[in-house]
Nanobody
Framework: QVQLVESGGGLVQPGGSLRLSCAVS????????IGWYRQAPGKQRELVAV????????NYADSVKGRFTISRDNAENTVYLQMNSLKPEDTAVYYC???????WGQGTQVTVSS
């Protein structure tokens, strides 16, 4: 079973940046794809970005295109989510997920507020 551990969340002002990390317990080459999801209070969990390991392909929610970037570090078995130009509506708990499995991280809180 893959273990996923997120880190990097916190409080940031509007317009600021954060980088989230998802540490994966086994080689990411053995995984089809890793996605970042978020869930705001009272809302459903939604897909933010996904990274397909074999092709390096990525996909983003329309709401974050041009502001967020998903990437990987093969040597560190880590998937990152660089978040720039943050808005208050980006406030949520962010989770990483092994696509096609039941493996989820514990989540990391991101709060965008002045």
């Amino acid at each position: 079973q893959v273990q996923l551990v997120e880190s990097g969340g916190g409080l940031v002002q509007p317009g600021g940046s954060l980088r989230l990390s998802c540490a994966v317990s086994r080689s990411i080459f053995s995984i089809y794809a890793i996605g970042w999801y978020r869930q705001a209070p009272g809302k459903q969990r939604e897909l933010v970005a996904v990274f397909i390991m074999s092709s390096g392909g990525t996909n983003y929610a329309d709401s974050v295109k041009g502001r967020f970037t998903i990437s990987r570090d093969n040597a560190e078995n880590t998937v990152y989510l660089q978040m720039n130009s943050l808005k208050p509506e980006d406030t949520a708990v962010y989770y990483c997920h092994e696509v096609g499995s039941n493996n989820w991280g514990q989540g990391t809180q991101v709060t965008v507020s002045s």
